[in-house]
């Protein structure tokens, strides 16, 4: 875990890169690679945030469910939500740490320090990194993580709708070499599930810990669990019905506000990119049998003794 952000604050500079796609280059803060444009706001974060004792941190790897998991939890929290998700896209109803939040990309749809109710805002800052913030307080955090295979193929189809790639898709043999070698954005992908499933148990009434799988078979289920971990237990199943349905990813993605190939101010894809298939084991139709085995083999190799699946 960090000891010293001011200390890396100072080495900004001199922080190693690597090529990840195209002309595009990662910065490595403590062994986890970041966009380049996102690193003075991570610093910004693990220097400035101060987690309220009744806040809740979606935090997880891109491409893993987190839009899926901020309107649940945007729901679960606040109720009365179906308006607010026909005309907001999850990404704007709660607002990512490193991106809107201490980003540089305009203001805050929420004013960190001016609200009354619960705050709720997401990160994929690692635990090695944001463990000590998230740990100053008796916030709740979320992780959720999913399937390594299924996690790169939608990082390669998201990567794909980036602004500035008319040169022609990202061949996926380039991205599988990335993935592997760990250099992807909030990368090594495998360092930062375990170190959340780690604190997750030592510290299970703090963090809870849940992946895209769970929460695909059993939807229900889990969103009663999360709304028990969070405080906040429904009380009438019909309720946990609504909020699985307006959350579902027909409801969801069927919205304007979500369909729309506009460009938002704080990434560079289009609204509509943040719902692609929705559903589990889409890697098997880009991945050959050869890549699976070698990405399966990594994920025991990684996983091993973390009384994990996969
Ligand atoms: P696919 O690319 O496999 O379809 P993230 O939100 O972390 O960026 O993850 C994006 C992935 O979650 C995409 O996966 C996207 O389609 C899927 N997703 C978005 N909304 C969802 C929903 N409501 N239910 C299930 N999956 C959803």
Known sequence: MVNNVELLHEYHPSLPKENWWRDNTLCQINGFWFLPKFVPSTFRVLNEFKPLNNDVILASFPKTGTTWLKSLLFSIIYRSSKESLVNHNPHELVPTLEVQVFGRTGPSPIAIDNIDSRRLFSTHIPYQLIGKTLDSS???????TRNPKDTLVSMWHFTNK????????????????????????????????????????????????????????????????????????????????????????????SHEVNKSEDFPSWFQVPYNSFFRQGVVGDHKNYLNAMTIERIDALTRDKFHGAGFIY
């Open 138 to 144: 008796d916030c709740r955090v979320v992780y959720i």
């Open 162 to 253: 980036w602004k500035n790639v008319e040169d022609g898709p990202w061949p996926i043999e380039e991205a599988i070499e990335k993935f592997c070698a760990g250099i992807f954005p909030g990368g090594p992908y495998y360092d930062h599930v375990t170190g959340f499933k780690a604190a997750s148990l030592e510290k299970p009434e703090n963090i809870f810990f849940i992946t895209y799988e769970e929460l695909f078979t059993d939807t229900n289920t889990h969103v009663k669990r999360l709304a028990e971990f969070l405080g906040c237990p429904f009380d009438k199943e019909e309720e946990v019905e609504e909020v699985v349905k307006s959350c579902s990813f027909d409801i969801l993605s």
